[in-house]
């Protein structure tokens, strides 16, 4: 082969490069820089000074600490309970063979719907207009219930509806992959555990679950990220003023520091971005670590 | 322990669009192996062989007949309570557990009364490994180790438990041949240290007579026949188990019997006292004899140096085949030779019904 100039893969290089650099890299540094600028303004380009004095805002701006708690609480609630739900009904597709192509698609129709038209359903099962308590408030009338007003009411009812609507709408993912994964363990294992008297609980916890440990890492991972980057889902939910519901999350919060009403604040905003990727940094890096003691990828 | 199959069959109805024929994988087969034997399951891929051994270890329910563990009936057990050991064709050990661990595993499982403390578990784990000779491998996992060791390890997880029965099913298919060779004799051996009944499946005749005791040639879910590989090997029951049997394969003619002499196209082979008629005539390879003044006349096509042995590829009148075979002593035919005659070895040679395929007595 002839001698290639040291330069030319570069320069094959160059056009991803070109992008990424103009539309990754220098956004990223320019968020870096803008949390460290005091008062930066957009139309003048000017700033005060420089130092941590937003992240210092940031922590102590009430707004954001709500937002910070709603997005934790979210992130502790849906992540495992969508991962576990999904699980149980892989598994329970995974076993049966009548109607099983149906209960696919049903489970998997969430996944390509709208967000918004996902939250207006919620909004019939939920809300409580002049007319109508919603459908929830219905079904509660007639276990004796009183009606709890799910949209604009207590804290824990929104905080419940809104995760009821991560779960439902996280999960179709997660059960597509799963019950690929759970396909894909081969049938050989099951008649070895079988002959050899293996309960099936049994069967479940030693083979099933190690060798599908891999999947379940990664949506567990990837369900961490996603949710902490929660916010469209809100915002279908409670309208765009979130932190007038209670509602906000961190992306929103950078949002409304943004473009929001009392927005205009890029140096906050950045600042808030920057505290969201520590956070999402470390989770996913404490997952990486117990996933290498835990996870048998063969 | 004895096992005995009674009139077992097992049909797998038709799918409604698809195959909407039944399948008869296994046909009314009866069978019993005595304690301590080690019987090949031999036949070519869809004969039911696997099925078999599936109705044998309870993985398959049969549609009929029963199936006797010394003198209990097994019929309606499910596989953990027959107490059968099975070896896959692929191993399945558990990619996830060390070799311990997957030896271990069955263990495990015993509850009850059966249960073991960790000394006895851990006891029984090492005399597994210490017969298949795996002792420094068991903290390895199983995709660290070459198929032949993992061979073993399975070999060890099916004997760990002291099962009734130890089925294989194709264990040497995935090896090399070298090591195919290696592990069958490893096999034999671990078969005759624990003396637990075994029944292995395989479509490799050469490895089905080199370590049974006794050999059941299926075709088409029904058993041809049942015997001492040697015994199977020189008085087939019929044309397709002498076909099966054998490297090189029994060449085949068209023959008659006229005046209690067997002809095959115009030459006289030998006398027999098989009744006049036409007959499928089959000589094994080495059943023919160079001998220049014999009666049967064959056109050499070419002639294949072995070494030890030369194999002559030769066509006749008699037969459709192109590629009839004779092994015969090395340097015994010129490789440019054109023509050879031959005598033949009687016991080499059978005749075969015509219409049933069934052995007729050549005298």
């Known amino acids: ?298 | 322990m004895k096992l005995v199959l009674e009139q077992l069959t097992k049909i797998f109805p038709g799918r409604e669009k698809k195959n909407p024929k039944d399948v008869r994988a296994v046909s009314e087969m009866s069978l019993t192996i005595e304690d301590g034997e080690l019987v090949g399951l031999l036949g070519p891929s869809g004969c039911g062989k696997s099925t078999a051994l599936n109705l044998i270890c309870g993985l398959e329910a049969p549609t009929s007949g029963r199936v006797y563990f010394g003198e209990e009936d097994v019929t309606d057990l499910g596989p953990e309570h027959r107490g059968v050991g099975l070896v896959f064709q692929n191993y399945a050990l558990y990619p996830h557990m060390t070799v311990r661990q997957n030896i271990r595993f069955p263990l495990e499982n015993l509850k009850g009364a059966q249960k073991l403390t960790k000394e006895e578990v851990e006891e029984r784990v090492q005399e597994a490994a210490r017969i298949v000779q795996i002792e420094e491998l068991l903290e390895r996992k199983p995709a660290e180790m070459s198929g032949g060791q993992q061979q073993r390890v399975a070999i060890a997880r099916a004997l760990v438990k002291k099962p009734n029965v130890l089925l294989l099913d194709e264990p040497l298919s995935n090896l090399d041949a070298r090591l195919r060779l290696q592990t069958r004799e490893e096999i034999k051996r671990i078969q005759r240290k624990t003396g637990v009944t075994s029944i292995f499946v395989t479509h490799d005749q050469e490895e089905a007579m080199s370590i049974s005791d006794r050999i059941v040639v299926m075709k088409a879910g029904v058993v041809q026949q049942c015997g001492r590989p040697q015994e199977v090997y020189d008085r087939p029951a019929n044309l397709f188990v002498a076909q099966f049997l054998g490297t090189p394969r029994i060449n085949t003619f068209e023959g008659r019997v006229k005046g209690g002499k067997l002809f095959i196209g115009e030459d006289e082979l030998l006398k027999t006292s098989a009744p006049d008629g036409e007959y499928s005539v089959g000589i094994r390879p080495e059943g023919l004899l160079v001998d220049d003044a014999g009666s049967f006349h064959c056109g050499v096509t070419a002639v294949e140096v072995m070494g030890r042995d030369t194999s002559v590829v030769f066509t006749h009148a008699g037969s459709g085949e192109e590629q009839l075979r004779a092994i015969v002593p090395g340097g015994s035919v010129a490789s440019d030779k054109k023509e050879q005659a031959f005598s033949v070895k009687p016991d080499k040679i059978f005749l075969f019904d015509k219409e049933s395929g069934e052995r007729v007595e050549l005298s």
């Open chain 1, 1 to 298: 082969m002839k001698k290639k100039h040291p330069l030319l893969g570069w320069l094959y290089l160059l056009p991803a490069l070109l992008f990424l650099a103009v539309f990754l890299l220098y956004p990223l540094i320019d968020v870096l820089v803008y949390s460290f600028e005091e008062g930066y303004n957009f139309a003048s380009q000017s700033y005060r000074g420089t130092g941590l004095y937003n992240y210092a805002y940031v922590l102590r701006d009430p707004y954001f600490i709500r937002a910070l708690k709603n997005t934790f609480i979210i992130v502790i609630i849906t992540v495992p309970l969508s991962t576990g739900l999904a699980l149980l009904i892989s598994l329970g597709l995974s076993k049966i063979k009548f109607l099983r192509e149906l209960y696919q698609t049903v489970f998997f129709l969430p996944y390509v719907t709208n967000t918004l038209a996902v939250g207006l359903v919620f909004m019939i099962l939920f809300k409580k207009t002049e007319y109508t308590d919603g459908m929830v408030n219905l079904l509660i009338h007639a276990f004796g219930g009183s009606s709890v007003d799910f949209i604009d009411g207590p804290y824990w009812a929104k905080m419940f509806v809104m995760c009821f609507y991560t779960v439902w709408v996280v999960m179709p993912f997660k059960i597509l992959i799963l019950t690929s994964a759970l396909a894909g363990v081969p049938e050989v294992y099951y008649k070895a555990a079988r002959v050899d008297g293996t309960g099936s609980f049994r069967i479940f916890t030693r083979i099933t679950l190690p060798l599908i440990s891999p999947m379940i890492f990664y949506l567990v991972i990837t369900g961490f990220i996603g949710a902490f980057k929660a916010y469209s889902d809100e915002v279908a939910l409670f309208g765009t003023d979130l932190n007038a519901a209670g509602m906000n999350t961190i992306v929103g919060y950078v949002y409304d520091m943004l473009y929001g009403d009392s927005g205009g604040y890029p140096s906050y905003a950045s600042a808030a971005a920057l505290l969201l990727f520590a956070i999402v940094f470390t989770i996913t890096m404490i997952n990486l670590m117990v996933s290498k003691n835990k996870v048998s990828l063969h």
